[in-house]
């Protein structure tokens, strides 16, 4: 079982940029696709991003596509979201997770992930 923990959140103006990074330990790091979701107060969880095992397939929302990169260090057991052009409606916790489920889907459900964070706060103002 894989145990995740988020950080790198914080507060920060429009416009900018935060990378958040998420750790992995007790599982075999490489053999799950990992994802970003956040959640909003009053919302429902949304995907965010997601990485195949081999980095090969990656896939974002329509909401973050063009300024955040989702990455992953195999070596490090480390994933990371690059968010660049920050927009106050990207104010969230952020939350990363893992599946076996392999290829990842694009819609990337909730459900299909085992393993979860505790979050990690971002808070972007105007």
């Known amino acids: 079982q894989v145990q995740l923990v988020e950080s790198g959140g914080g507060s920060v103006q429009a416009g900018g940029s935060l990378r958040l990074s998420c750790v992995a330990s007790?599982?075999?790091?490489?053999?799950?696709?990992m994802a970003w979701f956040r959640q909003a107060p009053a919302k429902e969880r949304e995907g965010v991003a997601v990485?195949?095992?081999?980095?090969?397939?990656?896939y974002y929302s329509d909401s973050v596509k063009g300024r955040f990169t989702i990455s992953r260090d195999n070596m490090k057991n480390t994933l990371y979201l690059q968010m660049d052009s920050l927009k106050p409606e990207d104010t969230a916790m952020y939350y990363c997770?893992?599946?076996?489920?392999?290829?990842?889907?694009?819609?990337?459900?909730?459900?299909?992930?085992?393993?979860w964070g505790q979050g990690t706060q971002v808070t972007v103002s105007s």
């Open positions: 007790g599982g075999v790091y490489s053999s799950y696709s």
């Open positions: 997770a893992a599946t076996t489920r392999y290829p990842p889907k694009p819609a990337m459900a909730a459900a299909d992930f085992a393993y």
């Open positions: 990485i195949s095992p081999g980095k090969s397939l990656t």
